[in-house]
């Protein structure tokens, strides 16, 4: 049976009432259970310090009769995907002792022109309710630059979207978690609004060694050939990377032939599975353009094609209109003539 289409299936959902926008976990993991460069865990404690403080500032300081609007303690976390920006949103949480409210983008935009806002306003009220830190992850995709043009319905609605999104930043006095790697494209509005921006740099060889040390558990059976430092220095990787290429050895290791007590996880193992984590990276940064040979400097004055051509399958997948995704993928094909 062909499945439904992720689009349809949302409808359905809308429409019987299935759908969850948001997700609320106990955080579990700390600080701990990361590593960073030592200036990102400044960083991050100067966010903490302003959690703890606020209370001082604004209540018995009296600063909130003075300054009513703005209260929220927002924090920009920027950087390559696996660098641990969901961990330390999640830690932040754990230090607090407050639940940590996930926010689903692909489920907080709704098919139905109007309804996203609606959806904004409810992950902010959800947090009230819970005393939560909210967290948006993939933020650039919610608080992404307002549109000077809005001749189309699609359009009008993205601004809407921001402007809800910032006006209720204005009334929320709790602690908000944006999370991006492409933290460029967020409207300018929000710099204002957002208290500290955190860098997540990719690690170190340093932090990377010690982040292949802490991927296993004291009874994990290793390898003695295996070269901790030798694989940070031979892989330039994010955190993320290495916590994957860890599993598939582990798999990789499970599966070799012979009783489980004499297997292990050799250097070989991590080193293999780390090229195929890599391989995979490029076969998703494949374009149909590029492998296709064809020349994109001629087009230059038109844009990045493929950047606008992404745009535009977004804003065909948000009408569900199947013509215009074919009109697009037509329109490309004449340009590259």
Not at 142 to 167: F, W
Request: a neutral charge; charged letters at 25%; glycine letters at 6%.
């Amino acid at each position: 049976m062909t499945p439904l289409p992720d689009r349809l299936i949302r409808a359905f959902n809308e429409l019987s009432g299935t759908k969850r926008i948001t997700e609320s976990v106990v955080p579990r993991r700390t600080f701990n259970d990361v590593i960073l460069p030592e200036r990102t865990f400044r960083a991050l404690d100067q966010a903490l310090a302003q959690v703890t403080s606020h209370d001082l500032i604004f209540r018995q300081w009296g600063l909130g009769d003075r300054h009513p609007t703005g209260l929220a303690l927002a924090f920009n976390f920027a950087g390559p995907s696996g660098t641990g920006k969901t961990i330390c949103a999640e830690a932040i949480a754990h230090a607090l002792g407050r639940r940590l409210l996930n926010v689903r983008y692909t489920e907080v935009e709704s098919m139905w022109l109007g309804e996203t806002p609606k959806n904004v306003a409810a992950v902010f009220r959800a947090a009230r309710e819970e005393n939560a830190v909210l967290f948006f992850d993939e933020a650039d995709a919610i608080a992404s630059r307002r549109s000077s043009s809005v001749e189309h319905g699609v359009q009008r609605e993205m601004n809407t979207v921001v402007n809800v999104l910032l006006q209720e930043m204005e009334r929320f006095n709790g602690v908000v978690i944006f999370a991006t790697n492409l933290a460029s494209n967020f409207d300018p509005a929000f710099e204002r609004r957002i208290r500290t921006h955190v860098l997540f740099e990719m690690p170190g060889v340093e932090e990377r060694e010690r982040i292949w040390q802490v991927q296993f558990a004291r009874e994990t059976p290793l390898a003695a050939d295996v070269d901790f430092a030798k694989l940070a220095r031979t892989y330039e990787v994010s955190g993320g990377d290495i916590r994957n290429a860890v599993l598939k050895a582990a798999l990789a290791a499970a599966a070799a032939p012979g009783d489980d007590a004499s297997k292990r996880i050799t250097h070989r193992h991590l080193d293999d599975a780390m090229r195929e984590v890599l391989d995979g990276k490029r076969v998703m940064r494949q374009s149909i353009l590029r492998d296709a040979g064809v020349a994109i400097g001629p087009l230059d004055a038109l844009g990045n094609v493929e950047e606008r051509l992404q745009r535009l399958l977004a804003i065909a997948a948000v009408l569900g209109g199947s013509a215009l995704i074919v009109a697009i993928v037509a329109l490309v094909v004449a340009l590259l003539r």
